[in-house]
């Protein structure tokens, strides 16, 4: 009788093909106002643990709702307190790509000229769906 093997293994060429060797992605979709607590600030602490070179993850930021001011060029927070505008500004240094809701960014009178450089406008459709498609984990604060 013939056994066979349930679970065989995977050749080199058939681990390329399923992406295996290539950089995992998260997608994290941010949806709270900036300084309303704390869950951007973390958001970003995590995007910049992933892509250390211990981790090497690819992030990409999806900002929606409030969370759209948080890439508002000129804050302003309490001395002593964390600066989001520094921190976004570092992660979209490091190759992280940011994209902020067009509906959500019109909704508040906010203009691409006011966000900070790099910080891209597209939409849910055209954007996140493709970045969740994507990517591996999918992340949402």
């Not at 704390?38 to 970003?44: L, Y």
């Amino acid at each position: 009788m013939h056994e066979r093997n349930l679970f065989p293994t995977m050749c080199n060429s058939t681990r390329l093909n399923l992406g295996v060797d290539r950089l995992e992605t998260v997608t994290m979709i941010l949806q709270t106002a900036p300084y309303g607590d704390e869950r951007i600030w973390n958001a970003f602490r995590l995007a910049r643990a992933l892509t250390t070179a211990a981790i090497n993850m690819q992030v990409n930021i999806f900002l929606t709702g409030d969370a759209v001011t948080t890439a508002k060029k000129g804050q302003k927070p309490p001395e002593g307190y964390y600066n989001l505008e520094d921190m976004l500004k570092e992660l979209v240094g490091q190759g992280i790509e940011v994209i902020a809701c067009r509906t959500c960014v019109g909704a508040r009178g906010l203009t691409h000229d006011e966000l900070i450089e790099g910080v891209q406008i597209g939409t849910t459709v055209g954007n996140l769906a493709k970045w969740i498609k994507t990517s591996q984990k999918v992340l949402s604060y």
